[in-house]
């Protein structure tokens, strides 16, 4: 292995740079679980979370993966023969889809070019046309981390509404939450999924969901198996500050840190600063010469970018040259767009040096791999982040 001096650039949307803050809050020592003091900082945490959310509901915490926090999202609410509505607009939602099917619900599968984000006009054409009733709960990734593309969740809340359809709303801002704006109560959501390792400045480790009145209804119903999942115990548990089960403590001390950072800049601000950074990766994208993968303007992710090259170039190359040349890490092309795109992560912990940084290290990767690149994406990305 070469000797690397200074910092690895980890610009993979996910898991992102952990802040110093952060990462001391993390190296304190491990405190009883079932003591006063955890007790404060669970009760600190769990309150502080529900801003991030945009609600005043319950926030589950889990010790997993975005990939748990899916799944609770499902057993808790579904039972099994449900019909759900999902959206083809990438590699999570479509790994979303077959967990629902390995569950044993009946998946409606609105196919997609993986370009789009989920369609209101497809999601209110299923609806209406569902006159009995049958879809049990709508799917529907907010940010695809495949493709860099979000869905216009307000406009799916209309479709249901519209059409006056009951079936829940069930929202994944695994690559959303704390990165692009995001209300779960005013947008009418019922669960939102969410992981730690992305927006929330964290190490993987840690699964959320976000419950609404009507989930938590729906879950006394639900039938599907499950047991350590089960939001009740948990939630029943975290009012007098613990958990059923040993808790992630030191990840719980990071996310207090992390919380504590998202408040000190505003949620507002952090929006706002994600959409300027991907707005001036946009600017590079296409001073570059090259296409966003995203083909729809009002779609285009607040966290990262995706880059898809022309037939015949490989974009794993280009990462290869850029991970050895620089130390930076970006984002491989995920299911069928393997090769075709590198992902740009500017997400998180991030700033305007560090999006220059990451924006330098690719033109020179790109120019390195012999792509016929102009040398103006650099340029156009210094001019939107000094004139914006
Ligand atoms: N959903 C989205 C949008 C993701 O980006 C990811 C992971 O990157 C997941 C779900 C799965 O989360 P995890 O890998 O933490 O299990």
New binding site residues.
């Given amino acids: 292995m070469t000797f690397r001096t200074g910092r690895h650039f980890l610009q993979i ?2 898991p992102t740079n952990v802040p110093d803050r952060v990462l001391r809050a993390m190296s304190a020592p491990t405190l009883d679980h079932r003591g006063p003091e955890f007790a404060d900082l669970a009760r600190r945490v769990l309150e502080a979370l529900k801003p991030v959310f945009g609600t005043s509901g319950p926030v589950v915490v889990y010790p997993s ?4 926090a ?1 799944e609770a999202a499902l057993v808790n609410t579904l039972s099994p023969g449900d019909r759900v509505l999902c959206f083809e607009t990438g590699h ?1 939602a479509s ?2 889809r077959d967990m629902a099917q390995s569950l044993g619900l009946e998946v409606e599968f609105v196919p997609g070019d993986w370009r789009h984000g989920a369609s209101p006009e497809a999601a209110a054409q299923r609806l209406d046309a569902d006159i009995a009733h049958r879809i049990k709960a709508v799917c529907v ?1 907010h ?3 495949s493709t860099g593309v979000t869905s216009r969740i307000p406009e799916i809340r209309a479709a249901l509404d519209a059409a006056g359809h009951p079936a829940l709303l069930l929202v ?1 801002t ?2 959303s939450l704390g990165s692009i704006e995001y209300r779960h109560d005013d947008w009418g959501v019922d669960v939102t999924v969410t ?1 730690s ?2 927006g929330l400045m964290l190490p ?1 480790g840690l ?1 959320f969901n976000a419950v609404s009145d009507k989930a938590l209804a729906a879950s006394s119903a639900a039938r599907l198996p499950r047991s350590y999942w089960d939001w009740t115990p948990i939630i029943d548990a975290n009012e007098a500050g613990f958990f059923p089960y040993t808790p992630a403590t030191n990840l719980l001390y990071g996310l207090d840190e992390a919380l504590n950072m998202l408040a000190e800049e505003g949620l507002e601000q952090v929006w706002a600063r994600h959409a300027r950074h991907a707005a001036a990766t946009r600017a590079a994208v296409r001073g570059w010469g090259l296409e966003v993968l995203c083909a729809d303007e009002r779609e285009h992710s607040g966290s990262l970018t995706a880059v898809l090259l022309a037939d015949g170039q490989d974009a794993d190359a280009v990462r290869k040259i850029v991970l050895e040349r620089f130390d930076m890490s970006l984002g491989t092309g995920l299911g069928r767009l393997a090769g075709k795109v590198f992902r740009i992560g500017h997400l998180g912990h991030f700033n305007d040096l560090t999006l220059a940084g990451t924006l330098a290290g690719v033109q020179m990767g790109l120019e390195l791999a012999g792509l016929p690149v102009r040398p103006d994406g650099l340029t156009a990305a210094l001019d939107h982040l000094r004139t914006n």
Avoid: C
Wanted: charged share 15%.
């Fill in positions: 949307p996910g993966s975005g990939t748990g899916w999570f790994l979303w990734v940010n695809e981390t994944d695994v690559s992981g390792q992305k993987p699964g």
